[in-house]
């Protein structure tokens, strides 16, 4: 089993920084990927950023240039740096990591852009 608790989130005006970090335990051989979708209310979830176990990070087209997502091998941990916030960027926030061909995703935080 893959056992993913996340940190971070909150309320953040607009234009605002804020970081979440994910910690991924128990059975993490063989990760292929982890990084973070998000779902906004009324939304289907979409992939925010994802980094591969050699580094090549993808992001969504929403997000580049103001998200910077890294990876501690070592600590088994992805932090998703997020400047320049925006309203739309409202939504729950879901660590993933996948492995084998499964997906296995934390409980989601919550990340509100407003003033």
């Known amino acids: 089993q893959v056992q993913l608790v996340e940190s971070g989130g909150g309320l953040v005006q607009p234009g605002g920084s804020l970081s979440l970090s994910c910690a991924a335990s128990g059975s993490i051989f063989s990760i292929n990927a982890m990084g973070w979708y998000r779902q906004a209310p009324g939304k289907q979830r979409e992939l925010v950023a994802g980094i591969s176990t050699g580094g090549t990070t993808n992001y969504a087209a929403s997000v580049k240039g103001r998200f910077t997502l890294s990876r501690d091998n070592a600590k088994n941990t992805v932090n998703l740096q997020m400047n320049s916030l925006e309203p739309e960027d409202t939504a729950v926030y879901f660590c993933?990591?996948?492995?084998?061909?499964?997906?296995?995703w934390g409980q989601g935080t919550q990340v509100t852009v407003s003033s």
């Open positions: 993933f990591l996948a492995k084998l061909g499964k997906f296995y």
